[in-house]
């Protein structure tokens, strides 16, 4: 919209034509003369040719180019031969002059927030000669503003919080606009903030755009959110202006102005008796309608409980009722106690008037469970003297049935406590005796556990270790406490010492150990010095030792000790004699030993035998490789002999044949050899030749065969295998079967052979031979 102020400006740029030359006489002039600090019109200095500022308004709307100014020097007589040129800013584009006129014009609108001055330079030539007239002039071109940019907001969403219940007047946020048109000229920039959403809770200053609350105890949990409309409007507001609007977002926070409160004040709870201590039992809650540590609450038992104790969830705010002490239906059934809740922080302008704690009520029911027997004592430590005999008293157990019903109880020992099985367990009564002798050298301590099971219900049971202690008895004898290497000197002197001795015992008696030493008084070498401190000195009672007489002596010692009964052992002490300096330092202990006779050392003996017992060993090793061999039987399955035919080349020569069988040997068996061996198979080993009883004369040899038979199975060198050749079987597939007659039960006389005709034209012979018929008999 243009102002009054911009309808004069064109005013007087349309009459300034008219009205420039009564204020500038013969020279050029601007729109309207600009008044100086003195009050008078602007004019040209006696050096310039020109006004040296022009205006212009920006959006301009014409359809035209929009007229800006005149040039004109004096010297421009109006015959057309000045010329004016325009050099600077958008010179050419931006602005054109008319060379003969001098008059300036804009292409096109301006935007004064793009560009507020432009700056030009002017010239004046001569056109035939193009000299310069006028001197370079500069001026500049200033842009009028006008309201043709609306305010605008940074965000268009704003998000603010105030608390809830505040005070009427408390500030919320601020909201600014800005306005690109110039501040400076007019009321275009000058904005004044509205609202236009949000009353009657919240207001806005006009001029800052700083909301604030209007409405006194706006209560967050009534209404949390809120949405209001902020307008910017510039021309200070009046009408025509432009405008701009924006969205705040409010929240009221929360204080704590709402004390907890129980919605129930009774509350009711079951728990059986065999709940663990520290489980919960139950939850109880209050309700606050604040928010985060606001709505932070506190649970107590009022006075304390013995039994029970309540917590606070820090999730869920809920008060947790917790088990401190076990509980029991056969002792109490039935527990109330109150509870406390309140707020752990609490705000000071809402604590007046206001209790910021509630009450409730707690009924806890205990229910009755099938519990588990519970042993008199936990654990047991019993004390056993060892070398109890088997089925000793060690002691008793004792458990019960908690529940009403007493219900009998069962006693049995963990086996995988007593791998040993040393003990056993009455299962009624509870009495535990040994199996077996207790040693306490062996184990100190042996750690079992017992089990109580209920018999009507074995699924309940308890468990009880179970510590015995093995009581020492003086059962073992005291020994040497360790191995002594003892020598004597040959030149030692009688009464000199040679060793301290000392012992030990596996026993530990109540008043410590006490050993006594001694030897036989009539030992003619050695004596002994007990000293009472259980160690004993070794004495020589003579002198004079010699190696070559003896290099060693067995010394036996008796130690005893001071226990009931009391226990006594001998030791024996090897003492061997060496060759030692005037000072009594052992030099050398072996015996002197003497060449050998025949030049051969130890050495080389020890090679010779190594020798021979590795030949010894590689023979034992290579019989034994010759017996692990097997030979194949001729036949392997009885079943199938297809593949197992024996093929004999030769038909034999009859009697005539003497290479095939002796027959003379079976007739006359004193002439047979003295070392024959089998012709049918390659013997695995030589055994030794028996000679065997002779035959007698005339015997037969159904007889004679027998007599061998009787004497080979009797013969523990005879070889553990039979020879066994099959003949003529043709296989399971043949009509004929076997033909052989070793599995016949009939004699030859009686067998009936008229089967054979049917067999066909391969058994025609075989048939003429049996039955006795001609040829032409049979039909095949």
Same mark, same amino acid.
């Given at each position: 919209m243009i102002t009054n102020q911009v309808l004069l400006l064109l005013m007087l740029s349309i009459l300034w034509p008219t009205i420039a030359l009564p204020f500038a006489p013969g020279n050029i002039g601007n729109l309207f003369g600009m008044p100086e600090s003195d009050g008078k019109i602007l004019q040209r200095s006696k050096r310039g040719w020109m006004w040296n500022q022009f205006f212009l308004l920006e959006e301009y709307t014409g359809n035209d180019h929009q007229y800006v100014g005149k040039l004109h020097s004096n010297m421009d007589k109006g015959d057309g031969n000045v010329k004016y040129i325009l050099t600077g800013d958008g010179a050419g584009t931006l602005f054109l002059i008319d060379e003969k006129s001098g008059d300036i014009h804009a292409t096109k609108r301006l935007d004064r927030e793009e560009k507020a001055m432009y700056t030009l330079n002017a010239k004046v030539l001569d056109r035939n000669t193009n000299a310069e007239l006028e001197p370079d002039t500069e001026f500049n071109i200033k842009i009028h503003d006008i309201n043709d940019n609306a305010p605008k907001f940074a965000k268009e969403i704003y998000f603010a919080s105030v608390p809830e219940m505040s005070e009427v007047g408390t500030s919320v946020v601020t909201v600014t606009a800005t306005d690109a048109d110039d501040q400076t000229?007019?009321?275009?920039?000058?904005?004044?903030?509205?609202?236009?959403?949000?009353?009657?809770?919240?207001?806005?200053?006009?001029?800052?755009?700083?909301?604030?609350?209007?409405?006194?105890?706006?209560?967050? /949990?009534?209404?949390?959110?809120?949405?209001?409309?902020?307008?910017?409007?510039?021309? @200070?507001?009046?009408?025509?202006?432009? %405008?701009?609007?924006?969205?705040?977002?409010?929240?009221?926070?929360?204080v704590n102005d709402s004390p907890p409160r129980f919605a129930n004040h009774s509350f009711r709870v079951t728990a059986?008796?065999?709940?663990?201590?520290? =489980?919960?039992?139950?939850?109880?809650?209050?309700?606050?309608?604040?928010?985060?540590?606001? @709505?932070?609450? /506190?649970?107590?038992?009022?006075?304390?409980?013995?039994?029970?104790n309540i917590i606070t969830d820090q999730i869920t705010q809920e008060g947790v009722i917790i088990i401190k002490k076990p509980l029991d239906y056969e002792t109490k059934r039935d527990y109330e106690f109150r509870v406390e809740v309140k707020n752990t922080y609490l705000d000071a302008r809402f604590i007046h008037g206001l209790q910021f704690k509630d009450y409730a009520t707690v009924k806890v029911t205990v229910e009755d469970v099938d519990e588990p027997p519970i042993f008199t004592r936990n654990p047991y430590i019993i004390e056993v003297h060892e070398d109890t005999a088997a089925g000793s008293f060690v002691g008793?157990? %004792? =458990?019960?049935?908690?529940?009403?019903?007493?219900?009998?109880?069962?006693?049995?020992?963990?086996?995988?406590?007593?791998?040993?099985?040393?003990?056993?367990?009455?299962?009624?009564?509870?009495?535990?005796?040994?199996?077996?002798?207790l040693d306490r050298e062996t184990s100190k301590w042996h750690n079992i556990s017992v089990v109580a099971t209920e018999i009507n219900n074995p699924r309940q049971t308890t468990r009880v270790p179970v510590f015995i202690k093995v009581l020492d008895v003086n059962d073992n004898a005291p020994e040497f406490a360790m191995s002594y290497d003892t020598f004597v000197c040959e030149n030692v002197k009688a009464g000199q010492l040679i060793q301290t001795i000392s012992a030990v015992d596996t026993d530990e008696p109540l008043v410590g150990h006490k050993f006594v030493f001694s030897i036989s008084p009539t030992n003619p070498n050695f004596t002994i010095d007990d000293r009472e401190?259980?160690?004993?000195?070794?004495?020589?009672?003579?002198?004079?030792? %010699?190696?070559?007489?003896?290099?060693?002596?067995?010394?036996?010692?008796?130690?005893?000790?001071?226990?009931?009964?009391?226990?006594?052992?001998?030791?024996?002490?090897?003492?061997?004699?060496?060759?030692?300096?005037?000072?009594g330092n052992m030099q050398s202990c072996?015996?002197?030993?003497?060449?050998?006779?025949?030049?051969?050392?130890?050495?080389a003996l020890v090679a010779i035998l190594l020798c021979v017992i590795i030949l010894l060993m590689i023979v034992v090793l290579f019989a034994a490789l010759?017996?692990?061999?097997?030979?194949?039987?001729l036949i392997i399955s009885k079943e199938d002999v297809r593949d197992n035919v024996v093929s004999y080349n030769d038909e034999g020569g009859g009697e005539e044949d003497t290479q095939a069988f002796d027959i003379g040997t079976l007739r006359n068996p004193e002439v047979m050899d003295a070392n024959k061996l089998r012709r049918d198979i390659i013997p695995e080993m030589l055994f030794p030749f028996r000679r065997t009883s002779p035959i007698k004369d005339n015997t037969d040899v159904r007889d004679f065969i027998n007599g061998r038979l009787q004497e080979n199975d009797s013969d523990p060198t005879a070889p553990p295998y039979d020879s066994l050749a099959t003949y003529a079987y043709e296989g399971t597939g043949s009509l004929a079967e076997s033909l052989s007659s070793l599995e016949s039960a009939a004699t030859e006389g009686d067998q009936e052979y008229d089967y054979l005709s049917n067999w066909g034209p391969q058994f025609k012979k075989l048939a003429e031979m049996y039955i006795g018929k001609s040829p032409d008999a049979f039909e095949f």
């Open positions: 000229y007019g009321n275009s920039a000058k904005l004044v903030y509205s609202i236009l959403q949000g009353q009657p809770y919240f207001s806005v200053d006009s001029e800052n755009g700083t909301i604030k609350t209007a409405l006194p105890g706006m209560d967050r /949990e009534v209404k949390e959110n809120y949405q209001v409309v902020i307008q910017a409007k510039d021309m @200070a507001g009046q009408m025509g202006g432009l %405008s701009g609007t924006t969205t705040v977002s409010i929240t009221l926070s929360d059986v008796e065999s709940t663990v201590i520290g =489980a919960a039992i139950g939850r109880i809650k209050a309700d606050d309608p604040d928010v985060g540590r606001n @709505a932070e609450m /506190e649970y107590t038992i009022v006075g304390g409980h013995d039994i029970f008793v157990v %004792s =458990a019960r049935d908690p529940d009403a019903d007493n219900k009998p109880v069962k006693y049995s020992i963990d086996r995988h406590t007593d791998l040993e099985r040393l003990f056993n367990i009455d299962s009624v009564n509870g009495t535990i005796t040994t199996l077996k002798a401190d259980n160690t004993a000195n070794i004495l020589t009672r003579r002198g004079g030792f %010699s190696r070559r007489e003896m290099s060693m002596y067995l010394l036996p010692v008796v130690i005893s000790d001071n226990g009931y009964p009391i226990q006594s052992s001998t030791s024996t002490l090897i003492v061997r004699v060496c060759a030692c300096d005037s000072r072996n015996p002197e030993v003497l060449p050998f006779s025949d030049g051969l050392t130890t050495g010759r017996r692990q061999r097997k030979k194949e039987p």
